[in-house]
């Protein structure tokens, strides 16, 4: 499978992710077996590079919630960047591009923004759309309060 993924192109890497993401989920087999599927279904995920913005929000909206899934579930672990709660934590706050006070500003007057704003505004919250589950894990420090306060952003954004 991860020849093929690697090889593929387009909807095959689509067809992949879902394939073996349904592996994932898959509680019969053992929990290592799923986070290699787990693996591969990121994989396929994180290949489906195109320019379009949409589509890389997308990539990482699926990657972040298909990870907490995993470490929910299956556990975290420090030693994958994949699996560890403080990777996450980090690559959610790295991929959001304004404060949350400027959300929460910006999300009072959404019907007044322009469309660019708008999807601004609904990127970010596609983006914080696991903080719930995170935050249930993470423990005290400076990552864990900058999400909390996305948390509070998050409930007002479009």
Same mark, same amino acid.
């Given at each position: 499978?991860?020849? @093929?993924?690697? &090889?593929?192109?387009?909807?095959?890497?689509?067809?992949? #992710?879902?394939?073996?993401?349904?592996?994932?989920?898959? =509680?019969?087999? /053992?929990?290592?077996? *799923? $986070?290699?599927?787990?693996?591969?279904?990121?994989?396929?995920? $994180?290949?489906?590079?195109?320019?379009?913005?949409?589509?890389?929000? #997308?990539?990482?909206?699926?990657? @972040?919630? @298909?990870?907490?899934?995993?470490?929910? #579930?299956?556990? /975290?672990?420090?030693?994958?960047?994949?699996? =560890?709660?403080?990777?996450?934590?980090?690559?959610?706050?790295?991929?959001?591009?304004?404060?949350?006070?400027?959300?929460?500003?910006?999300?009072?007057?959404? *019907?007044?923004?322009?469309?660019?704003?708008? $999807?601004?505004? $609904?990127?970010?919250? &596609?983006?914080?759309?696991?903080?719930?589950?995170?935050?249930?894990?993470?423990?005290?420090?400076?990552?864990?309060?900058?999400? =909390?306060?996305?948390? =509070?952003?998050?409930?007002?954004? /479009?």
């Amino acid at each position: 499978m991860q020849t @093929f993924i690697r &090889n593929a192109h387009g909807r095959e890497l689509e067809i992949a #992710r879902v394939v073996a993401q349904g592996h994932a989920y898959d =509680s019969a087999d /053992p929990q290592e077996v *799923r $986070r290699q599927w787990a693996k591969l279904s990121l994989l396929a995920n $994180r290949l489906m590079h195109t320019d379009d913005d949409g589509h890389l929000e #997308r990539v990482a909206q699926q990657d @972040f919630m @298909f990870r907490m899934w995993v470490i929910d #579930r299956l556990g /975290p672990d420090d030693t994958n960047p994949d699996w =560890s709660l403080d990777a996450l934590a980090a690559d959610t706050l790295g991929a959001l591009t304004i404060t949350p006070a400027q959300a929460a500003s910006l999300a009072g007057r959404w *019907r007044d923004l322009a469309i660019e704003q708008i $999807r601004l505004l $609904r990127r970010h919250k &596609n983006l914080t759309a696991h903080l719930e589950t995170l935050l249930g894990h993470l423990t005290p420090g400076r990552n864990r309060d900058q999400l =909390s306060a996305w948390t =509070s952003a998050r409930r007002m954004l /479009p």
